[in-house]
């Protein structure tokens, strides 16, 4: 049972407009939310967290919005940037406990220049 | 800037060979994992480790086994590799110290491709 989905498995965006990646969760538990960028033949990288007392963390170009109710979280990337093509994975931990991280499945963007 | 390292990045062996994936980082960081992922699809934790001489199993289940003697060091023995065995494996560690420990640091992987 998949606890972590992005249901969309790729995404195309044109270069200068906004990016719109989606996740949702069903473990209520889950208190701590991640998005971490791949690319291809390296490992994931952090890119911004919020914590389930907010609603929305902004990091520059890179905005998280979190929707406790709906359990829903996206990530807006504005302005896109051929360099933002990569893939995409949403994480969440359920901070009282053991701290292990449970991932969604990705999404590929694809920056259009 | 995150130091994890893992070796070898890319690995083809036959059936029935041991094998061990070494991943160190120099961060000193105390948590360390082992995740496995294949194309497509989420990374699953398979190994845990809070500090030195801790292991633990992660949610999926893996034929591998972990140890876990040096703070750094945090290598992933296959006994007797399978073809059910090929995948990408995923090192990262994290600062346990933290109430939120928010980032785990990736090293780059290693695609294992057992024939």
């Known amino acids: 049972d998949q606890q972590v989905k992005q249901n969309s498995p790729s995404l195309s965006v044109q270069e200068g407009r906004i990016s719109i990646l989606n996740c949702d969760y069903t473990n209520s538990m889950f208190d701590y939310f991640l998005w971490y960028k791949k690319y291809p033949a390296e490992g994931p990288t952090f890119l911004i967290s919020?914590?389930?007392?907010?609603d929305k963390n902004e990091d520059g170009r890179f905005t998280v919005f979190l929707n406790k109710s709906a359990k829903h979280l996206s990530l807006h990337i504005v302005p896109s940037q051929p360099g933002d093509s990569a893939v995409y994975f949403c994480?969440?931990?359920?901070?009282?406990?053991?701290?292990?991280?449970?991932f969604g499945t990705g999404t590929r963007l694809t920056i259009i220049p | 800037e995150a130091d994890i390292y893992q070796t070898p990045r890319y690995l083809v062996i036959g059936t029935g060979k041991k094998i061990t994936l070494e991943c160190s980082q120099t961060m000193g960081h105390d948590k360390m994992y082992w995740y496995q992922q294949d194309p497509g699809m989420e990374l699953h934790l398979i190994h845990y480790?809070?500090?030195?001489?801790?292991?633990e199993k992660g949610d999926l289940s893996s034929e591998s086994t972990v140890s876990r003697i040096r703070t750094e060091h945090f290598p992933l023995t296959l006994e007797s590799a399978r073809p059910s065995h090929t995948s990408q494996y995923l090192c990262?560690?994290?600062?346990?110290?933290?109430?939120?420990?928010?980032?785990?640091?990736f090293g780059p992987g290693t695609r294992l491709t057992v024939l």
């Open positions: 994480a969440a931990m359920a901070n009282f406990g053991n701290e292990k991280l449970t």
């Open positions: 990262a560690s994290s600062d346990g110290g933290r109430a939120l420990s928010d980032e785990q640091f």
């Open positions: 480790s809070y500090g030195v001489n801790s292991t």
């Open positions: 919020i914590s389930s007392i907010k």
